[in-house]
């Protein structure tokens, strides 16, 4: 159970919520100027002193930063000697800490105003501050610098992780041809053709996003393995063509309300033959196993309101698996956290008394 606060560390953890977005922009000040960095290549710690003697940055500056991020426990002060703290390393140094951080700076931390409108419109009303779509995705290959690297980072960062163990899933019953939902950049129809020599690839996805995996296909030489389909799949007119082994569906339909899900995957039943297999992929924010990811699946969600579309989230795996029974598909194995990353493949085929 969990312990009750003080009325006095309630009142303490309601502050930090108050004054998060400030404090997080003071973590990004203390990086980007490289007072961190500093302050971390000193293991035993180093005085202020020094560091206004060796950066580029005013007294007034350093002095700041060093006591906003000592009470938000990213550097600690002891006999005149700061030291970066355990927290402070990981937002300097790890991978995932820093695609998050980069995320929200880049991509979401403008647009978080709009959150209360994103909800009441159910629109991405936080877009705005980064281009004029209706959804991130009709701009995702146009995005402004730096949120492109961001949402791409970010994006590849949490697939990649996945991708080796849903290959040797997938390729388990030797599909000769695998359609890629929502393909985006080409990620996963590449990793399949260095995979099996023999696979051959559909990407379908939004025209602006088929562009850049052309690009992409064609420096790597596969355009005799992949060919692409462009596909509103909100638009139900737009069917999914049959004649798939495999439909793949990594990271996409969390990008959809529940009602739009089911409608896409209708679209898919409609495709899928009795020996097709649909896999999606997704990471479940309530089956991970460390904390600091089910609270950045929470927060993705969050983004989705404001930046990508305004009524989708990261869903639960029962969540999940309902909308698969909905669309006329079953469950037959689940793969839960594959290899060393966030995700679970739901293996599905088509039911058989639909
Ligand atoms: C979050 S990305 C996932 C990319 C990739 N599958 C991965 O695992 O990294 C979602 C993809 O779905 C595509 N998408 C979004 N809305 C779509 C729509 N209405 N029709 C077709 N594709 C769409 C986007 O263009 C984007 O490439």
Redesign the pocket.
């Known amino acids: 159970m969990k312990k009750e606060l003080s009325a006095i560390e309630a009142k303490y953890e309601a502050q930090k919520i108050a004054f998060g977005p400030m404090f997080f922009q003071s973590v990004i000040a203390l990086r980007d100027l490289g007072i961190l960095e500093f302050i971390s290549s000193h293991r035993k710690g180093v005085s202020i002193d020094t560091i206004v003697e060796k950066l580029d940055v005013s007294e007034y500056g350093i002095n700041l930063l060093i006591e906003a991020a000592e009470v938000i426990g990213v550097l600690e002060v002891e006999e005149g000697k700061v030291k970066i703290t355990k927290t402070g390393f990981f937002l300097l140094k790890d991978e995932m800490t820093r695609i998050n951080v980069n995320f929200m700076n880049d991509v979401c931390y403008m647009g978080a105003k709009a959150m209360t409108d994103s909800i009441v419109k159910g629109k991405p009303e936080g877009l705005k501050v980064l281009g004029d779509w209706p959804?991130i995705?009709?701009g995702?290959s146009i995005l402004p610098e730096p949120a492109k690297k961001s949402w791409f980072d970010f994006?590849?960062y949490?697939?990649?992780g996945a991708f080796p163990e849903a290959l040797k899933i997938v390729f388990r019953n030797n599909p000769k041809l695998i359609f890629?939902?929502?393909?985006?950049?080409g990620?996963?129809s590449f990793a399949c053709c260095e995979h099996d020599p023999n696979v051959n690839i559909k990407i379908?996805?939004?025209p602006?996003?088929l562009k850049v995996a052309k690009q992409n296909a064609t420096e790597k030489g596969l355009l005799d393995r992949i060919d692409f389909h462009a596909?509103?799949?909100?638009?139900t007119e737009q069917k999914i063509p049959q004649g798939a082994d495999v439909i793949w569906?990594?990271?996409?339909l969390?990008?959809?309300s529940k009602e739009e899900i089911v409608q896409?995957l209708k679209n898919a039943f409609q495709a899928a033959s009795a020996e097709t297999t649909l896999y999606i992929?997704e990471p479940f924010f309530d089956n991970q196993q460390y904390p600091a990811a089910q609270y950045s699946l929470v927060a993705t969600s969050l983004y989705f309101t404001i930046m990508a579309?305004g009524n989708s989230k990261m869903y639960s795996i029962d969540v999940m698996k309902d909308l698969v029974k909905t669309a006329g598909f079953e469950v037959v194995n689940t793969y839960p956290l594959i290899g060393d990353s966030y995700h679970s493949v739901l293996e599905c085929k088509k039911r058989l008394d639909v």
């Open positions: 959804t995705y009709e995702l994006d590849h949490y697939s990649d890629d939902i929502g393909g985006n950049t990620k996963w379908l996805d939004l602006v996003q596909i509103d799949l909100l638009n569906m990594s990271q996409f969390d990008c959809f896409i992929l579309n």
